[in-house]
């Protein structure tokens, strides 16, 4: 699918396992927009598993200190959409 001029961020937080699966289901259709994760979880996603994202999506990954408000943390990752769309997708 053409979502070149479309953004998704991906605010997420002590949910990997779901966000994990997200990425999966935008891999395995195909979905060609750009993608920034928004993680302010006490651990920081599986390095292994961005990297294979990485290759076949336009994954960005941010990790914010657990104390950032969700609000903080969508206008960090506003900062850095480059599209001229973007949209808010949970994980």
Not at 18 to 32: Q, V
Not at 65 to 89: A, R
């Amino acid at each position: 699918m053409n979502l070149d001029k479309l953004t998704i961020l991906i605010p997420t937080f002590n949910r990997h396992q779901c966000l994990k699966r997200l990425l999966n289901f935008l891999y395995l259709n195909n979905i060609n927009a750009q993608i920034i994760i928004l993680d302010s979880s006490s651990n920081i996603f599986n390095n292994k598993d961005i990297n294979y994202f990485s290759k076949h999506l336009l994954v960005k990954y941010k990790h914010f200190p657990e104390s950032i408000s969700l609000d903080n943390k969508i206008n960090h990752g506003l900062k850095d959409v480059q599209t001229p769309y973007s949209v808010l997708c949970a994980d």
